[in-house]
């Protein structure tokens, strides 16, 4: 009897041990729901941030932060890529398009009491135009040509003409200029600041910077002196990161966190149902590809291309992997940024034709080749590999043995760039709205070796390209650019796949959020009920 | 031994993760970048300089106590590692605890009453533990615990709007120096999940050891004679038998405790907590090669350390076992 006592005791120590450690109360989970007296909204993400100076960084997860703690000379739209006011009221272009004069708002302060004026936006550009270090300010280089003395640099001068009066000189017109000024990488930063920017940023945003733990959180508060009347209604803002989709899916149904990116596709039916949730879509400035390498044989071969394009069926990679949350894409930019050509009539998925085709080319009976799937989950792409069988499946039907091939994602990059990939997904998301954005940077002969992974070279729409970058017309660019879209269409170095419209999820409690194409979202009209 | 085994050890990853394909200039300006803005990059974090360049570089440095610079964030590695590898000790500890306690009492109860229901149950258990996913086990967790019963939250180390002040970076002690006791029980809260994913394998693998290494002791002499001279079986067991019985056990749990520091990664995605393992899990996206290799390295140093430890607890336990 002894026995059996003793071990029925052991067992229950050892339940209650463990019991104890979690039995408490469980009315004070979902740390932060509360009542919300403080309008605290914590933000779920799936990366920390690099850097919290704007100019340095490339990646979107810095960006993210970086929006709410400055502002831009002038501002995207709500949700769109036209060109408002923002720390500049009001602007003149001279005729020919080489002369801005930006009228600066009065009263504007950075987070550190300083006066907003001329003489902070001279400077922030003088930091970046006479540093010559592209590794250290690629965006900068990469916008605007290059700095000071280069052959294609963009900005001759800025010059404070007087205290509330900038004036920048153009050594040749950019047509995107202004779409390039409200890049969030152009946000203005205090002056002799600069060393500190990376982890105590100051700007004039709406909220400033609190702290920051590594690879954990970094918390904002309201700017109670921001410009903008009666703004902004958070009192604080927290972006935490989570990097699995799932686990901060939970996070948001126990109230940890707000807000979410970089929802599953899979999710969402769920969020829609659930009622304490809601989902949000941001306005798709993606595309999703199927590139080739027109280098390489068999796919030197327009009419190869083509047919491939006859046999891939994009309604069904939608209804799979995207759930719906995409459309088609015919042309390699989305709808949303002008230019777009509506009247491209998309390849339809004929694979009788696609046979012919390939015939007609020279393989009847098909070829053997490879398919490049990347390995992580992009906006424009939730999964890789899985896309990449459905499309093998169909090349199978036409004769095509296509070898699903993929590499961890930096070696990925690093190898389609070189040219190593026959074939291969991937997509590229807009970084200001530009039609020129899309398809010089992705499709030019000038980009082989950087962005153009197809190795795409046609001289006729190099022509057309850069010529639309230097029309001040913005008429007659959507002209070129719709030109420019019959060429790529009829040439073929791509399947454009998708447009995707990334889900995000928040609770039921929050209003006025609304996601920006861009990606990243200035949180400034955002409350709780 | 510490020296040349650590000495080897940064030799072989420095090697390595410069194996792996991927150039971090590349990776760091993304996409977006231009050819140009590239190479300035390589040549800025001299990544041009020839490998045994570099590596005489780093070692030079390592002597004087640097850990060089994160290529990522600029900052210097030893003054960013702290906070993640107190992070991840004290979760690796909580889950130690939890393993070495229900483990090793798991393992004397089952040897004990061996072929009891209680032995099937708890062998059963640990053959469960030891073969689990952890990360499956971990969303588990979190759908079961922290979304349907909400006991426990579903991630990170605090609750975001009532955070610890630290001090050392481990929470624990944190909140007990400062006496916030309401903290401390966010912060064993926020430990619980995770750890139990944590602890799993381990505990398992300790429960065994412990269930045959008792066994074989149970069956010896003295204990007979302990058992036949009546002497109360609490004392039998815990004084008699467990220390002759412990040694192994103490080997298995100094290895899980290096496996758990070093292998923490997946149990810090899942429960997105700020740990070194996620520290250098992300750096390897980024080729971040300084944080690479001296996180490594810093691991590398406390699982010698802790083999160290056991060696001389050994001792300790069974003054047979000396070393010269």
């Known amino acids: 009897m002894m026995k059996k006592g003793f071990l029925l005791a052991l067992t229950f120590i050892m339940l209650l041990s463990t019991a104890l450690v979690g039995c408490n109360s469980n009315s004070d989970s979902g740390d932060g729901d509360g009542d919300n007296k403080e309008q605290a909204l914590v933000f779920g993400r799936g990366g920390d941030s690099v850097a919290l100076d704007p100019a340095i960084v490339t990646d979107g997860e810095s960006f993210k932060v970086i929006k709410n703690l400055y502002d831009t000379l002038v501002e995207y739209g709500e949700q769109d890529t036209e060109i408002n006011p923002s720390l500049a009221e009001d602007w003149k272009v001279s005729d020919d398009g080489l002369t801005y004069t930006f009228m600066l708002r009065e009263g504007v302060k950075f987070h550190n009491g300083e006066e907003f004026n001329a003489e902070a936006v001279v400077k922030n550009f003088e930091r970046w135009m006479t540093s010559g270090d592209s590794g250290k300010f690629a965006y900068y280089a990469s916008m605007f040509g290059g700095f000071k003395g280069d052959e294609g640099h963009v900005i001759k001068s800025v010059e404070a003409k007087d205290d509330m009066t900038v004036v920048f000189t153009l050594n040749r017109p950019q047509a995107p200029f202004l779409k390039n000024l409200a890049m969030t990488p152009f946000s203005i930063a205090a002056p002799g600041e600069w060393d500190k920017l990376e982890t105590e940023p100051v700007g004039t945003g709406p909220f400033k910077f609190v702290d920051w733990k590594r690879n954990d959180r970094i918390t904002l508060e309201k700017n109670e002196n921001y410009w903008k009347e009666g703004l902004p209604k958070l009192d604080k803002v927290i972006f935490r990161a989570i990097p699995d989709n799932s686990n901060r899916l939970n996070a948001l149904k126990t109230g940890e966190i707000h807000l979410m990116d970089g929802v599953n596709p899979s999710d969402v039916e769920e969020i829609k149902q659930n009622e304490d949730l809601q989902a949000f879509f941001r306005p798709s400035m993606n595309v999703g590809y199927l590139g080739f390498n027109t280098e390489m044989e068999p796919f030197n071969d327009k009419k190869v291309r083509q047919a491939l394009n006859h046999a891939v069926d994009k309604e069904s990679l939608i209804k799979a992997f995207y759930e719906g949350q995409a459309e088609p894409a015919k042309n390699p930019m989305p709808p949303v940024i002008a230019g777009y050509n509506e009247e491209i009539d998309a390849y339809p998925f004929d694979l009788e034709k696609a046979k012919q085709l390939l015939a007609e080319a020279g393989y009847p009976d098909g070829f053997k080749t490879e398919l490049w799937a990347m390995p992580v989950p992009r906006p424009y792409m939730p999964d890789g590999k899985k896309a990449a069988e459905a499309i093998a499946a169909n090349f199978e039907k036409i004769g095509v043995e296509a070898e699903i091939v993929s590499y961890e994602w930096g070696t990925y990059l690093e190898k389609a760039q070189k040219g190593e990939a026959p074939m291969f997904l991937l997509g590229w998301t807009g970084d200001n709205g530009d039609a020129d954005n899309f398809l010089y940077t992705l499709l030019d002969k000038d980009t082989i070796g950087s962005n153009n992974y197809s190795r795409f070279s046609n001289d006729e729409l190099h022509k057309i390209l850069v010529e639309a970058q230097s029309t001040p017309d913005q008429d007659k660019r959507a002209e070129l650019y719709k030109e420019a879209q019959v060429i790529l269409h009829e040439e073929a170095p791509w399947v454009p796949l998708v447009h995707s419209e990334p889900a995000l999820a928040g609770v039921k409690t929050i209003e006025g959020f609304k996601p920006h194409p861009t990606g990243s979202d200035k949180l400034t009209n955002v409350s709780f009920k | ?324």
Request: charged residues 15%.
């Open chain 2, 1 to 324: 031994m510490l020296i040349p085994v650590l000495i080897g050890m940064s030799l072989i990853v420095f090697f390595l993760i410069r194996a792996i394909p991927g150039d971090p200039a590349q990776i760091i300006l993304g996409q977006q970048a231009s050819e140009e803005a590239v190479a300035q990059l390589r040549d800025t974090l001299g990544l041009d300089e020839p490998w045994y360049v570099q590596y005489f570089i780093y070692m030079k440095d390592l002597l004087t106590g640097d850990l060089g610079n994160s290529i990522r964030t600029h900052a210097p590695i030893s003054e960013e590692i702290w906070p993640y590898f107190a992070a991840t000790l004290e979760l690796s500890m909580f889950a130690m605890i939890i393993a070495v306690v229900i483990g090793v009492n798991a393992g004397i109860i089952s040897a004990w009453f061996q072929n009891s229901w209680f032995d099937y149950v708890a062998m059963l258990g640990a053959l469960i533990g030891v073969s689990m996913p952890i990360f499956w086990l971990g969303l588990m967790e979190q759908w079961a615990f922290a979304v349907e019963w909400r006991l426990f939250p579903t991630s990170g180390r605090e609750s975001i709007l009532n955070p610890v002040e630290s001090i050392t970076n481990l929470y624990v002690i944190d909140t007990i120096i400062q006496g916030r006791f309401d903290q401390l029980q966010m912060v064993l809260r926020h430990l619980t999940l995770p750890g139990v994913a944590l602890a799993t394998i381990p505990m398992a693998i300790i429960a065994r050891m412990t269930r045959s290494s008792m066994l074989e002791v149970m069956r010896s002499d003295y204990i007979r004679t302990a058992r036949a001279k009546g002497l109360r079986m609490f004392w039998v067991v815990y004084k008699h038998s467990l220390k002759n019985a412990f040694i192994p056990v103490l080997t298995v749990i100094g290895l899980q405790m290096g496996l758990l520091l070093g292998g923490a990664i997946l149990t810090e995605t899942i429960f997105s907590w700020p740990g070194i393992g996620r520290y250098i899990y992300d750096a390897i996206g980024f080729r971040d090669y300084p944080v690479i290799q001296s996180g490594i390295l810093v691991i590398a140093l406390v699982f010698v350390t802790i083999n160290l430890l056991v060696d001389l607890l050994y001792a300790a336990i069974d003054p047979r076992i000396k070393y010269q």
